[in-house]
């Protein structure tokens, strides 16, 4: 299948899917999102693929969900559509029978960071910023960022990250636990080449049987969360406080919000 703003390569037991909007920092539009969920569901078809790697054309992974986008429309049946095939990415994403592999470089911000944070293994170059920075636009997490940055941190932590928006590098990252290998610049593509060969000669079926059972048990919880998203970004879409932090991150200055 051919798609514009995503390229998936199939190579025998492995597959390559490049986020491929390089001109946009592979901000996700709602073009890009109705792709990878249409790509992700379809790979739940290809029965020979035991590995997907997952990476950024360009400078970044993603810079997240596409400004530009937000800023253009104003209607809220159109937000609807974007929450459901946001929804249906996460869920398509979260049970490929398949390991996942996420090889970050520049910036994964946003949805970027949430698409990530669903993989099994995270792969960071050390220059990376990574960062779950909704709240600067006063927005919430979507794309099942409270439920992935939960199961890497823990309630508490997960409360904090999400409310700071703080960006991290690749090492910050890595000591928190929301990344799996920080490596130094340039060793990134060698690496996960590394992660992958290794994974391939290891007994995958039993790794993707552990995946499967794992991620069966916590499917209704992930699915919960994502209407809970859907809902309470919505109600975001609404406030002043998110007018206000489009507004100073189009005009380049500091946000000034009124909690409502």
């Known amino acids: 299948m051919n798609y514009e703003t995503i390229v998936l390569e199939i190579l025998e037991r492995k597959a390559i899917l490049t986020l491929d909007r390089p001109n946009a920092m592979n901000a996700m539009d709602f073009t890009m999102m109705r792709e990878l969920a249409d790509c992700f ?3 739940h078809n290809e029965k ?4 997907l790697v997952i990476k950024g054309a360009g400078k970044v992974f993603s810079a997240g969900g596409d ?3 937000m800023l253009a429309s104003n209607d809220f049946s159109d937000f609807g559509d974007i929450m459901g095939h946001i929804s249906r990415l996460v869920k398509a994403y979260y049970t490929l029978p398949m390991i996942t592999v996420a090889q970050i470089h520049g910036a994964s911000a946003g949805l970027g960071f949430s698409l990530a944070l669903g993989s099994d293994i995270i792969v960071a170059e050390e220059t990376s910023k990574l960062a779950m920075n909704f709240i600067g636009i006063g927005l919430i997490p979507d794309g099942g960022g409270h439920f992935f940055m939960k199961e890497r941190l823990g309630t508490p932590k997960a409360k904090q990250m999400i409310w700071e928006g703080k960006v991290l590098n690749g090492e910050e990252a890595l ?3 929301l990344v799996d290998y920080n490596v130094p610049s340039g060793t990134l593509a060698a690496t996960v080449d590394q992660i992958v060969g290794k994974l391939l000669a290891s007994p995958i079926a039993a790794m993707l049987e552990t995946k499967k059972i794992l991620h069966n048990a916590k499917l209704a919880e992930l699915e919960a969360i994502l209407d809970a998203e859907a809902k309470g970004q919505t109600a975001m879409r609404h406030t002043k406080d998110h007018l206000e932090g489009i507004e100073a991150f189009v005009e380049k200055r500091s946000p000034e919000f009124i909690g409502k």
Request: proline content about 0%.
């Open 41 to 43: 569901e379809s790979l």
């Open 48 to 51: 020979d693929i035991q590995v």
């Open 67 to 69: 400004i530009k986008m």
């Open 175 to 177: 000591s928190l636990g």
